[in-house]
């Protein structure tokens, strides 16, 4: 078994049941001879993105996994892995390499040198006997800590060299969580029942944690309103009484008003990092903030408590400790709190009603967004949006309903990436409708991949 029929094995232990690529590179050959399916894309950016889109969708449970060609193949890729690194999203990428003797000789691309910075972790295969620790590694990145793009370099020579069958001893790596400490997880919960008008900010490390239920219980147990970040959107049902709905550039009334009026503000499975797609944290918070990663903590935002560990085992520590220091009672007043939200809710789609039932033509976006909310079935389906006007048009007025839902994206913003994108989702959600809002520019980007 040479190197590369040895990677491709290993992927078909892992679960791999498809793989996306363009072509050449000899692993669309030996995954596709053990049944793992191949997807071709008309772009090597588009292929990253499109295994990005199915990491979305799946939480860490499986992975995109997306091959390309060496040289030109790998520097195309590399806009699809920005967008993947930047939005900490876990995907395999297999780059074709050169010959070992010419790894570093220029201007050939050399991963290991010119990929940093762009991805959580790369490594080359430099012999065939490294191979299963190289993927092991791989797949251990993929699980565990800070998500983000993980990349193989398949050089050349050597991938095309057999593994001796004692260096075929691949084991799967099992995830690995931690919880903060019960110290910390204490005097959260205490600043949590001290609150007058407490937020829950929540981030995409809530739907990764697959924690969504604890966020609710969370939140009605100490009637606490939750905003979700744009890659957070779908972590808690916008129809909810104490949803205040989500924010990209654009947001709520009610998301507006809680974010300047709250004092206390816990930050769940959330980078805190500022961003011009993203709402602005004002200055006078007590922030608690709860991340996998523990370079987040104080990078932004400055952190009165740091709870470092899985968002989902964090969310059950505080919900174990409110009721401790509560005598199972929670703490906050629900009701007034979800009255006075229903009443800027209100008000809010009073004002705006106008304009999403406008007949103006051309058609503007907030028309067909109120529209998408009346016809689709929202629990089956999956919605996102292409940079620039549909994401700040959608963001605040689509209803994300169930997890994943709507699919929210952009610390950098790459035109184009919709369609590739919610291809990745269909592949991993293959019972949902998916639907991409996006514009013409965007179109032109990546429109020959519906193919």
Sequence with gaps: MNGIDYIAQILKDEGVEWMSCFPSNPMISAVARIGIRPIAFRHERGAVMAADGYSRISDRQKFGVVAVQNQAGAENAMGGLAQANADNIPILVLLGGNRLDQLSVRPNFNAVQQAQGWAKQIEAIYTPDQIGDVMRRAFHALRN????????????????????????????????????????????????????????????????????????????????????????????????????????????????????????????????????????????????????????????????????????????????????????????????????????????????????????????YYRVIHELNKTLDLENSIVTHDAGAPRDCLVPFHIATVPHSYVGWGKTTHLGFGIPLMIGAKMAAPEKFCVNVMGDGAFGMSGTDIE
């Design 145 to 364: 800590g800070t998500p983000g793009p993980v990349v193989v370099e398949l050089t050349s020579d050597v991938c095309r060299e057999e593994v001796p069958e004692a260096k075929r001893t691949y084991k799967s790596p099992k995830p690995v969580r931690q919880v903060p400490e019960p110290g910390l997880i204490k005097q959260a919960a205490s600043d949590l029942i001290a609150a007058k008008r407490p937020l829950i900010w929540a981030g995409a490390g809530v739907l990764f944690a697959g924690a969504t239920a604890e966020l609710r219980d969370l939140a009605e147990l100490t009637g606490t309103p939750v905003f979700c970040t744009m890659p957070g959107k779908s972590a808690i049902d916008e129809r909810h009484p104490l949803s205040l709905g989500a924010g990209s550039g654009a947001t709520t009334l009610a998301a507006s008003d809680w974010l300047k009026g709250s004092d206390v503000l816990l930050a769940l499975g959330s980078s805190l990092t500022r961003t011009p797609y993203g709402q602005a944290i004002p200055a006078d918070k007590r922030i608690i903030h709860n991340t996998i990663n523990p370079d987040d903590i104080n990078k932004d935002e400055a952190a009165d408590i740091a709870l470092v560990g899985d968002t989902r085992l964090t969310i059950q520590a505080l919900i174990d400790e409110v009721k401790a220091q509560t005598g199972g009672k929670g703490c906050g007043d629900r009701a007034q709190t979800e009255a006075a939200l229903a009443d800027i809710k209100s008000r809010w789609l009073a004002e705006w009603l106008p304009v999403l039932t406008s007949d103006e033509s051309p058609i503007s």
